[in-house]
């Protein structure tokens, strides 16, 4: 197993958690301007893909749990996961390429 010729070496610096007022009086949690929307606070949830959908690409009750888990916490944004739009079925990838599969990602 290869190893590093030398070990990196590194202080730990000792800190203190901030408050719940210092925390909660952050940027982070600051509301913010992203185009034409006004999010709440800082935090997003990135785009993933859990390959939750069925093979037809519909938004399944597996889909609407993952992301109902992720909004109980409040973030900013939650970014949809890749969505296929092509009209060649992709496994379980969530698909937009038809009018049929709006009112699921509504």
């Known amino acids: 197993m290869w190893k590093p010729a030398e070990r ?12 719940r007022q210092e925390a ?8 913010l301007s992203v185009g034409p ?9 990135p785009a993933m893909v859990p390959w939750r959908s069925n093979e037809q690409g519909d938004v ?4 609407l749990e993952w992301y ?3 909004a109980r916490g409040r973030p ?5 996961e890749a969505t296929g739009i092509g009209g060649i ?4 990838l969530l ?12």
């Open 8 to 19: 990196i070496k590194y202080t730990v610096v000792e800190d203190s958690w901030p408050s």
């Open 24 to 31: 909660a009086t952050s940027r982070l949690f600051s509301p």
């Open 37 to 45: 929307m006004q999010l709440e606070q800082r935090t997003w949830v």
């Open 60 to 63: 399944t009750e597996d889909v």
């Open 68 to 70: 109902e888990r992720f």
């Open 76 to 80: 900013g944004a939650i970014v949809v």
């Open 89 to 92: 079925p992709s496994g379980p």
């Open 95 to 106: 698909r937009i390429g038809d009018d049929r599969y709006v009112p699921g990602l509504k």
